[in-house]
């Protein structure tokens, strides 16, 4: 049995209603869940950008990809390994103001986790973090332990983006496939 993987699945479409549902119940009806998915347009206007993140196998996300294709509305869809990304995810962070000033200067977890302060009163501090999985996560876990009091945790609230990824190629690679099409289309007389 192969072992399973993080792939990452982007998908360029229209925007079309209801495409979303579509596209998740082909995850679903393979018995995969989603990890995360964030949809913004793309830098080719008019198009969309799904980017999907999926534990599987190969053999799996190769037919994944190939029924995603065959939707009308599905410009082209591709997946790919972390190797092959830049990637990053956000995370928003609500701490209760007391119990990290409780901790002392707050300068030391800005430095060490490069967070950025948001929003602050007397009773919440907003943190933000930029980064990969494991470290927004490792943040999360270092102020759940550093703000607890008994059974009551100082981390009030924690939400993480989807992930959101460009290919280490020049363009997107819906621009090649798009300029081949063109040029053929050209080509006949």
Known sequence: METTTLYTVTIFSENTVGLLNQVTII????????????????????????TITVFTDRETIVKVVKQID???????????????????????????????????????LVRRYNVRILDMTEVWIVLEKTGHHNETQDLFEELKRRTAD?????????????RIAITKGKVERLSDMLAAMEEKINRKP
């Open 150 to 162: 008994g059974d009551k945790n100082g981390v009030l609230q924690f939400i993480r983006s989807g």
């Open 27 to 50: 995850f679903t009806r393979r018995g995969l869940n989603i990890e995360t998915l964030s949809v913004s347009p793309s830098a080719i206007e008019g198009i969309h950008k799904f």
């Open 70 to 108: 065959k939707r009308v509305d599905i410009i082209k869809s591709y997946f790919n390994t972390d190797d092959d990304l830049v990637y990053q995810e956000i995370a928003l962070y609500k701490i209760s103001t007391p119990k990290l000033m409780a901790l002392g200067t707050i300068e030391d």
